[in-house]
């Protein structure tokens, strides 16, 4: 099947990408790519969510974070201002990279401009699939940051992040994420953060 290769040829390009991140993180008995293993597990996440996800669902899975290493957080100002100005920097740099490489690879204007739309995070909360990817981010969070985020963070800022993580996720995302093996101080952390909505 022709969409089936081209989808193919798209992960293989955009996995590339990942792998030049220079930070690393063991992951699965091994060392890999900190965003390699992001978009692994968002990608996961959207299969599990979503079973028979369309192509472009599965490609915005892939190109999260594609690249973000070069235009890091810590380039920008403090405070959620910048933090806000940086993230909607991140996601026009992710869409246009994302159309670079998907061009590449093959795909047609439509599908690419499907995936960039997820990326941007457009119409977020009417758009079921733009909502599966945001359920699959905000449990890749959980699963794979949520402990070493904690470590960094005050407890009460650990706690806000925690609330406003969970009223982003559909009530589907909510039961998988409660539904998680996290370590026990994580979990432990959700359930205050849940207790004090």
Same mark, same amino acid.
């Given at each position: 099947? =022709?969409?089936?290769? =081209? ?16 930070? #690393?993180?063991?992951?699965? &008995? ?5 965003? #390699? ?8 996440? =959207? ?25 890091? #957080?810590?380039?920008?100002? %403090?405070?959620?201002? &910048? ?12 869409? @246009?990279?994302? @159309? ?5 690879? &093959? ?10 739309? +997820? !990326?941007?995070?457009? #119409? ?17 969070? +959980? ?17 806000? !992040? ?11 995302? @909510?039961?998988? %994420? ?11 952390? !959700?359930?205050?953060? +849940?207790? &004090?909505?």
């Amino acid at each position: 099947m =022709v969409e089936t290769a =081209v989808l193919d040829k798209s992960v293989v390009a955009l996995n590339a990408a990942h792998d030049q991140d220079p930070e #690393r993180r063991h992951h699965d &008995g091994r060392q890999q790519a900190v965003e #390699r293993v992001w978009c692994d597990t968002v990608a996961l996440w =959207v299969n599990r969510l979503v079973p028979e996800a369309s192509v472009a669902l599965k490609l915005a899975a892939h190109a999260q974070h594609l690249e973000r290493w070069t235009d890091p #957080r810590s380039d920008w100002p %403090a405070g959620r201002a &910048g933090y806000l100005r940086w993230r909607k920097s991140q996601q026009r740099r992710h869409a @246009q990279r994302a @159309q670079e490489i998907l061009a590449a690879a &093959g795909c047609e204007r439509a599908l690419i401009e499907r995936v960039q739309q +997820l !990326i941007r995070k457009e #119409r977020l909360t009417a758009d079921p699939e733009a909502a599966t990817l945001e359920d699959a981010a905000c449990l890749a969070f +959980l699963e794979l940051d949520l402990e070493a985020f904690a470590e960094r963070h005050e407890r009460a800022d650990v706690l806000r !992040i925690l609330r406003k993580t969970w009223v982003k996720m559909s009530p589907r995302g @909510q039961e998988a %994420a409660l539904a998680l093996k996290l370590p026990a101080a994580s979990a432990a952390l !959700i359930e205050e953060a +849940l207790a &004090g909505e």
